[in-house]
């Protein structure tokens, strides 16, 4: 799929890409990676699909226009395989930060504006900023390699971008959208030139009395960034304000230059303006210092720190690598990987100390497959317009909501508190092999359907598909009701069934042959079980386990199982009571043993009341 073409006056040609006048096989359909034109006019094209080789000028396709093509016309088309089965929509979907633990929900509203199969796409949300970007380094890298890195300035024009080659070795890494990011050569060594941060102030060493450790705080930055400290900074209070070890507000420490805010600083606070050697004041940054508990006047007490640049908010793992060759190049790593992203060659001896380099990173190119589309959104949903149409009825072809709102404003952090969605798109013109391991065992395509959700499967159906053919296993036969198209104007035949509701079980019904019936509230009566019966040669050998149970005896013989009314099994006689099964005699024989037994003691009781009776007499 993918065949594209364009018309220049006068012949047709694929169509270039990368627009270098060259169109490589492998910007050409792929399986047609061979593919060319062997004749065309404003009104034809020839096409050998899969050639046999440089002298096979026999067309597979011939393309007619009605009228005549002018220049900058262009056209397209697909080839697909009409025995299998279109799909479009979006997998692989991975979700990152805010936007996991099922808080996304993915809604798609045009799926057929997915034309074309594009993968690992992905789409940032940046808190900031509060954007959304596409994410897309490679695509932009494909494109162009300035597409990606862009902005490339430098305060010394033997550096710019004419004379300073940029190689870019792993797009992949490069994901956030960043500007202005800024490297600056203090004479030795290359390091970041960002605006002043906290993150940038370490080893802090703190000598007061009382001993509390102040908050750091930066009032405002100036456009020259962080410099590295040659050595630790000292703030010095004399007992009754700040400056170096000599009582100076104004002074050069850890080679950086500072001046101490007298108007603003005192045993509570101490600001100072900071900037770089050799660096405007223009470009100074205000540190701040507050302390929790006032600092007493004992002088000598002093704060302590160091500068170490750090790398920018949207890659704060990026280091720089000294690069190999040449001695001065700048080599960046921007994930920590150890392997070299970007690269620039800056020449031997050309820089000098305070030279800067400046530049873009904007992978915020839509896919290459859909170059229209458009990101729009906030903090809960992003939305994708896939083809550009900017009608307001039909931009919100995707739609990713969130449940809970992504963080954003201005104290989150970039990379931290990011937000990231990668996905891929179905939507190849081409077609997808359908399995035919399900079809095989009734003749129709048939899938299961989950109505209810039910857990463990219990609520899963199969379904079958009967359009009029059934598969043999090999080919798909016509059946008598098979689907067919006449030379005819159309008809509609179609059948109505209406089947039951859905019902309860209400009762049971028990047959004498054993079969137990459902009675469900809709109407219905289904078979559900059958109770089964059993009988031995000898009900005798059987072993008395008491309460009514017997087990089998070698005696006894095997169980004879059976439906009731089979093999010499009795059948059951429902809404019945069941008769005496006792032994009488036995228990006649226990009735008049009872009997006896109590007469007798009768008689006992007779023959003491009399012999009472005749005391009681003799005292009288």
């Known amino acids: 799929y993918g065949f594209e073409f364009e018309f220049d006056g006068s012949t047709w040609d694929f169509a270039d890409p990368n627009n270098d006048g060259v169109v490589t096989p492998s910007e050409k359909p792929t399986n047609y990676n061979n593919a060319r034109i062997v004749y065309s006019d404003s009104q034809e094209i020839h ?85 959304w970007y596409w994410s897309n380094p490679e695509i932009a890298f494909a494109s162009s390699t300035d597409a990606l890195v862009s902005g490339v300035t430098s305060n010394n024009a033997a550096l710019d971008t004419t004379t300073a080659a940029m190689t870019i070795t792993n797009a992949e890494d490069l994901t956030m959208w960043a500007q202005d990011i800024q490297l600056r050569y203090d004479g030795a060594d290359w390091d970041w030139n960002m605006p002043v941060k906290i993150a940038d102030f370490t080893n802090d060493v703190y000598n007061f009395v009382p001993n509390n450790d102040p908050i750091l705080s930066i009032s405002s930055t100036g456009s020259n960034g962080a410099r590295a ?135 915020n190119v839509p896919p290459y497959e859909y170059p229209y589309a458009t990101l729009d959104g906030d903090e809960t949903e992003a939305i994708i317009d896939l083809d550009g149409s900017g009608n307001d009825s039909d931009n919100r072809d995707i739609v990713f909501s969130f449940t809970r709102a992504l963080r954003y404003g201005a104290s989150t952090h970039p990379f931290d508190d990011r937000a990231v969605i990668a996905f891929d798109i179905l939507g190849s013109t081409a077609w997808t092999e359908i399995d035919k391991e399900d079809i095989a065992q009734s003749g129709y395509f048939s899938f299961i359907g989950d109505f209810l959700g039910g857990e463990y499967g219990t609520t899963e159906q199969w379904i079958e598909l009967d359009l009029g053919t059934v598969y043999d296993g090999t080919n798909f036969e016509n059946q008598s009701m098979s689907t067919t198209q006449y030379s005819k104007a159309s008809s509609t035949v179609f059948q109505n069934a209406d089947g039951y509701s859905a019902g309860d079980l209400q009762g049971v019904d028990i047959a ?109």
């Open 47 to 131: 096409i050998v699909l899969q050639p046999d080789g440089p002298t096979d000028v026999d067309p597979d396709l011939k393309i007619r226009l009605d009228q005549a093509a002018v220049a900058t016309d262009s056209l397209g088309f697909d080839i697909n395989d009409a025995n299998d089965l279109h799909i479009q929509g979006i997998e692989g979907t991975r979700y990152l930060g805010d936007t996991a633990n099922d808080n996304t929900t993915l809604e798609i509203n045009a799926p057929g504006v997915m034309t074309h199969d594009a993968d690992d796409l992905a789409i940032v949300w940046n808190p900031v900023q509060e954007q």
């Open 512 to 620: 004498s042959d054993g079969i137990m019936t459902g009675i469900y509230s809709n109407g219905e009566l289904i078979p559900l079980f059958r109770v089964g019966l059993a009988k031995f040669l000898n009900n005798f050998g059987l072993s008395n386990e008491g309460g009514n149970l017997f087990r089998e005896t070698r005696d006894s013989g095997t169980a004879i199982t059976n439906k009731p009314g089979e093999n010499g099994l009795g059948t059951l006689a429902p809404n019945s009571l069941e008769m005496s099964n006792v032994d009488i005699s036995e228990e006649f024989v226990a009735m008049i043993t009872t009997q006896r037994g109590f007469q007798a003691n009768s008689k006992t009781i007779t023959t003491t009341d009399d012999m009472m009776q005749t005391v009681i007499q003799m005292k009288r």
């Open 229 to 363: 400290t040659t050595a630790p900074v000292i703030f010095e209070w004399t007992g009754a304000a700040w400056g170096d070890s000599t009582g100076a507000d104004t002074f050069v420490s850890g080679g950086l230059n500072f001046d101490i805010l007298n108007s603003v600083s005192d045993n509570t606070t101490v600001s100072a303006l900071m900037w770089g050697a050799g660096g405007p004041l223009s470009g100074a940054a205000i540190i701040n210092y507050t302390f929790g508990t006032p600092i007493t006047t004992v002088a000598n007490q002093t704060i302590q720190f160091e500068i170490d640049p750090a790398p920018p908010r949207e890659y704060p793992n990026a280091v720089l690598v000294p690069a190999s060759a040449p001695v001065d190049g700048i080599a960046i790593d921007f994930d920590q990987d150890s392997s070299i992203d970007l690269t620039f060659d800056v020449g031997a001896g050309v820089p000098v100390a305070n030279n800067t380099y400046i530049f873009d990173i904007d992978p």
